[in-house]
């Protein structure tokens, strides 16, 4: 199966950049969607095909995705950031999710 | 506005069959756009893929799930449904459903809210 990987937890300080990254084999090959988790919801779709937002996502959200690696990117990060976020791809007609990263907004 | 809500048992007793049901509101579950999967959550943990069914009744299962995984789909009731058989502690999970799209290239756009699935006797 297909493994991806990232970092458990990420912190940023409030109104700066958060980069939470997504490593697999090629994974510049695959669309990476990125979903945001808050503590007892569901998650929510925030980057979608490596870089593309759903509507109603702020332009804060943001995404790239070459070689071994994807990232989601935070800009002007607010205290309602803070969350989980994993990452997401399709291979081989299953999905694999990301373990998820703890971001925390100092 | 389109809405999945999960309904089913919150306690299970090992060994037994885990059966859930996610209802479609507010759009077709027969719509050939969208396909409907199964996610689940251990409290803590990170998310685990279990399947998901076209309305064509086609259907893709985790290889590591497969062989005691069933979901299926009746879209003349706008719901689709999980079976988990041979249950243990290990499947105690907050399981969600949710709406794969294709034009957004298979990204899951609308989830559920969750429901939470005990394993225990």
């Known amino acids: 199966s297909y493994e991806l990987t990232q970092p458990l937890s990420v912190s940023v300080a409030l109104g700066q950049t958060a980069r939470i990254t997504c490593g697999g084999n090629?994974?510049?090959?695959?669309?990476v969607h990125w979903y945001q988790q808050k503590p007892g919801q569901a998650p929510v779709l925030v980057i979608y095909?490596?870089?593309n937002r759903p509507s109603g996502i702020p332009e804060r959200f943001s995404g790239s995705n070459s070689g071994n690696t994807a990232t989601l990117t935070i800009s002007r990060a607010h205290a309602g950031d803070e969350a989980d976020y994993y990452c997401q791809v399709w291979d081989s007609s299953a999905v694999a999710f990301g373990g998820g990263t703890k971001l925390t907004v100092l | 506005q389109v809405q999945l809500q999960e309904s089913g048992p919150g306690l299970v007793k090992p060994s037994q069959t885990l059966s859930l049901t996610c209802t479609v509101s507010?759009?077709?579950?027969?719509?050939?756009?969208?396909?409907w999967s199964w996610i689940r959550q251990p409290a803590g943990k990170g998310l685990e893929w279990i399947g998901r069914?076209?309305?064509?009744?086609?259907?893709n299962y985790n290889p590591s799930l497969k062989s005691r995984v069933t979901i299926s789909i009746d879209t003349s009731k706008n719901h689709f449904s999980l079976k988990l058989s041979s249950v243990t502690a290990a499947d105690t999970a907050v399981y969600y459903c949710?709406?794969?799209?294709?034009?957004?290239?298979?990204?899951?756009?609308?989830w559920g809210q969750g429901t939470m699935v005990t394993v225990s006797s």
């Open positions: 095909r490596d870089s």
């Open positions: 090629n994974i510049g090959s695959k669309n």
């Open positions: 069914i076209y309305p064509t009744g086609s259907t």
């Open positions: 949710a709406r794969g799209t294709v034009k957004l290239f298979d990204a899951f756009d609308i």
């Open positions: 507010g759009d077709s579950s027969s719509s050939g756009t969208y396909y």
